[in-house]
């Protein structure tokens, strides 16, 4: 159970997805103009995570190493579509729109195929299972963030709601792609800034996790040897 949640803790800060391990970044620029976008695509996914994680692990000794990936990508599509479903019928008509494609897109989405392989694939379904939850609330966490940010010095408001009264012209930077790239890069280097400074309080040499090296994930199938 401590392996668990820890497993689950990781994937919020020190392995997030979009702040340490940039992935998911279409969607985190796309959908990101404001909080409720975030928090409806990063609920998405953290659904999709943690059905597609868990069926991935108890399917583990059952599929050929040769196939995973395809094996992974109908487990991910089942869960997507599934999603896709509930939120057609469930969810605001206005929050369903402004997501649009990017559900569906949910399949190929790196962050989802590459908790799987790299991961479930490896796990059982209690440890999958935490992993795809924490990478999704981790996912979510970050999107509703930028989405805050963006928001906020596009129009003065958080969640619709109006903070700054007399702001009445939109500043339209923050709300485009470009400005989504500034606000993310910002975020990226004072993360990077205040671990640096944080290893050289403690005396010792800053060094990325060796954990988050782009060959951990196996996705490529990397011929080591070459």
Known sequence: MKTAISDLVRGIWREN????LLLGTCPTMALTTNAVNGVG??????????????????MR??????????????????FVTIIDLLMKAYAPAELYEA?????PLIVV?????????AFASKHGPLRSAADGVGMGLGFTVALVMIGCIR????????????????????FLLPSSPAGAFIIVGSI????????????????????????????HCAICKIDRNR
């Open 41 to 58: 695509m990063g609920l998405a996914v953290t659904c999709v995570l943690l059905g597609s994680n868990t069926v991935s692990s108890l």
């Open 188 to 215: 990226l280097g004072i993360r990077n800034y205040l671990a640096h400074r944080a290893a050289v309080k403690s005396g010792r040499e800053y060094e990325n996790p060796p954990e988050l090296d782009c060959r």
């Open 99 to 103: 997501l649009g494609i990017f559900i």
């Open 17 to 20: 997805p979009v702040l340490v």
């Open 109 to 117: 989405n790196c962050i989802v195929l590459g908790r799987a392989e």
């Open 151 to 170: 928001e906020f010095l596009t129009s003065g408001s958080v969640f619709s709601v109006k903070l700054i009264e007399c702001w009445t012209t939109d």
């Open 61 to 78: 000794n059952l599929v050929p190493e040769k196939i995973h990936i395809p094996v992974y990508i109908v487990v991910i599509a089942t």
